[in-house]
């Protein structure tokens, strides 16, 4: 059974950081290609950042680029959303997601695995 879980989430000031992890179960984490999926209240969920399979390579929404990274550290079998110079409109719900494919994709519907989500809150 394939299994993803986020934790790190939480409230941060405008221009304060955070790190989401995104632990994996039932696969190793080099095995799919992961991305960072967001969801604020009354919006569509947008894809934020994905790391693809077999050479790591990434890519990022342009409103995260600079601010954001991911990563993944194969030996703890996780990904990690690194965000910084976060803004209110970061606000939101933060999916982590996988797909047994090469490259990411940008629509949530190309998805077939996803964890239950982290609350991030940038407020002041």
């Known amino acids: 059974q394939l299994q993803l879980a986020e934790s790190g989430g939480g409230l941060v000031q405008p221009g304060g950081s955070l790190r989401l992890s995104c632990a994996t179960s039932?696969?190793?984490?080099?095995?799919?290609?992961v991305a960072w999926f967001r969801q604020a209240p009354e919006k569509e969920r947008e894809f934020v950042a994905g790391?693809?399979?077999?050479?790591?390579?990434?890519t990022y929404a342009d409103s995260v680029k600079g601010r954001f990274t991911i990563r993944r550290d194969d030996t703890r079998n996780s990904v990690y959303l690194e965000m910084n110079s976060l803004k209110p409109e970061d606000t939101a719900v933060y999916y982590c997601?996988?797909?047994?494919?090469?490259?990411?994709?940008?629509?949530?519907?190309?998805?077939?695995?996803w964890g239950p989500g982290a609350q991030v809150t940038v407020w002041q």
């Open positions: 790391l693809n399979r077999r050479d790591d390579s990434t």
């Open positions: 039932g696969f190793t984490s080099d095995f799919y290609a």
């Open positions: 997601a996988a797909r047994n494919a090469d490259y990411v994709g940008r629509k949530s519907r190309e998805y077939d695995y």
